[in-house]
Nanobody, 124 residues
Framework: QVQLVESGGGLVQAGGSLRLSCAASGRNMSSYAMGWFRQAPGTERDFVATISWSGSYTAYADSVKGRFTISRDNAKKTVYLQMNSLKPEDTAVYYC?????????????????WGQGTQVTVSS
């Protein structure tokens, strides 16, 4: 069983930055691809970023390219999402997810474990 706990959310002004963390428990976390998704009120959960188990490969939603960076520290079993130049439309609950595969994916259905989410609110 894998448990994921997100942290680092909060309220920030437009143009500001936040770094989200996702702490994972479980064995062999380095063999899991990881992803970040987000869900705004009244909308579906959307893909944000994903990273392969090695950290060598990443992919991003077009809406966050150039502003967000996903990274991981397998020794600490932690995945990060650095968010810069935040916009009000980035406001959402952000979820961390783990996939039992070394390949990343931008599809939520491909993930096996999910965290509870952390709220990010960007004021204009």
């Amino acid at each position: 069983q894998v448990q994921l706990v997100e942290s680092g959310g909060g309220l920030v002004q437009a143009g500001g930055s936040l770094r989200l963390s996702c702490a994972a428990s479980g064995r062999n976390m380095s063999s899991y691809a990881m992803g970040w998704f987000r869900q705004a009120p009244g909308t579906e959960r959307d893909f944000v970023a994903t990273i392969s188990w090695s950290g060598s490969y990443t992919a991003y939603a077009d809406s966050v390219k150039g502003r967000f960076t996903i990274s991981r520290d397998n020794a600490k079993k932690t995945v990060y999402l650095q968010m810069n130049s935040l916009k009000p439309e980035d406001t959402a609950v952000y979820y961390c997810a783990a996939r039992r595969s070394d390949r990343y994916s931008g599809t939520g259905a491909a993930y096996d474990y999910w965290g509870q989410g952390t709220q990010v609110t960007v004021s204009s």
